[in-house]
C-alpha cells in the first residue's frame, strides 16, 4: 500500500499545520492558519465567478450563501482578539462546510 493512500484521510479530515507555535516557556503568543475555501471576492467575480461557478460552489458547500471577504475578516479579527486567547497551533477552515 501507498503511504500517500495512509496519509489521505488525515489530509482531508484535518489540515496540516506544522508545529510553529512557541514552546511553553515562551510569552503567550498564539500560532494559527486560516484556510480560506471559495470566497468570492471582487478579483474572483471580475475573472472566474460565473453563475455556474457559483451554482458549483453553493451545491458543494452545507450553508448555502456566497462566502465573502467580510467572512474571513472576522475569523482573522477573532483570531486576534484576546476572546481567542487560548486558540493556537490550529488550521482554521473557513468554507462554508466544504462536503
Known amino acids: 500500500m501507498c503511504a500517500c493512500s495512509l496519509l489521505t484521510p488525515l489530509l482531508v479530515n484535518k489540515p496540516m499545520m ?3 507555535a512557541p514552546p511553553a516557556s515562551a510569552p503567550a503568543v498564539t500560532v494559527n492558519a486560516v484556510l480560506p475555501g471559495g470566497i468570492a471576492t471582487e478579483r474572483q467575480k471580475q475573472l472566474w465567478y460565473t453563475p455556474e461557478y457559483q451554482a458549483m460552489i453553493l451545491a458543494s458547500q452545507s450553508l448555502k450563501h456566497e462566502l465573502v471577504p467580510d467572512d474571513v475578516a472576522r475569523l482573522v ?3 486576534a482578539a484576546d476572546d481567542s486567547s487560548a486558540i493556537t497551533n490550529q488550521s482554521c477552515v473557513i468554507d462554508g ?3
Open 77 to 79: 479579527l477573532f483570531l
Open 97 to 99: 462546510g466544504w462536503v
Open 18 to 20: 506544522p508545529p510553529v
